[in-house]
């Protein structure tokens, strides 16, 4: 009986996995990347980039999230100032360059992208997890920015962020991949309505 709840378990979750992997590729069909990318650390990253003047705004999402997050807030930036949404490493229409990556890693990426589009000294604008990956950067690179803003930032050096247990189990081996690939495909419609 115990081999065939496995077996019928490992069934289901090849099912769930299966079905996110061609949702997955129908998604990228369907919904072809809006902006531009630049190669850093041998990973293609997505920006949006809108025209205006210095100093430059560089914006970086939460998690989840996507460059996108950013495009009511670029449009009523532009043109006073040229506004830069970037697509974090393994997010979006982002790759990641490494499986594991702290702020500090995503920040030095971030700067990557920052020089090759010739922006000098931009203020960087974080959200939710962005935050922490600014503040990354703000430690690093202080003499690189002009100012820093932080909304929402998960970036507590005391408290920490202390993960809901959904949240937790995406972290574990396994469990996490059925969790992101399987499952959340079937529930996110419903959750974001």
């Known amino acids: 009986m115990k081999r065939l ?3 019928l378990l490992l069934v289901g979750l ?9 949702a997955e590729r129908r998604f990228a069909r369907d919904h072809p990347p809006p902006g531009l990318f630049v190669t850093v650390e041998g990973a293609r ?4 980039d809108r025209p205006g003047g210095e100093p430059a705004i560089v914006m970086l999402h939460g998690n989840p999230g996507t460059a996108l997050d950013f495009e009511r807030v670029m449009r009523r930036l532009a043109p006073a100032h040229r506004t830069v ?6 997010y979006g229409w982002s790759e990641r360059p490494d499986k594991r ?8 990426v ?7 589009l010739g922006l000098s000294r931009p ?3 974080g959200f939710s997890f962005g935050g922490a990956v600014s503040l990354a950067f703000a430690e690093e690179f202080p003499n690189e920015l002009s100012a820093l803003v932080l909304l929402a930032a998960v970036a507590d050096p005391v408290a920490g962020h202390r993960m809901g ?7 574990v081996a396994g469990v996490g991949f059925a969790m992101a690939y399987g499952v959340a495909p079937l529930l996110a419609p419903s959750a974001i309505a």
């Open 5 to 7: 709840l496995a077996a």
């Open 14 to 22: 090849a099912t769930l996995a299966g079905r996110a992997y061609f």
């Open 45 to 48: 990253l997505h920006y949006l």
């Open 85 to 90: 949404a970037i697509d974090r490493p393994g």
């Open 101 to 108: 990556m702290s702020p500090f890693d995503q920040a030095r």
């Open 110 to 116: 971030v700067r990557d992208v920052v020089r090759s």
């Open 123 to 125: 203020v960087l604008v």
């Open 165 to 171: 247990t959904m949240q937790a189990l995406l972290a």
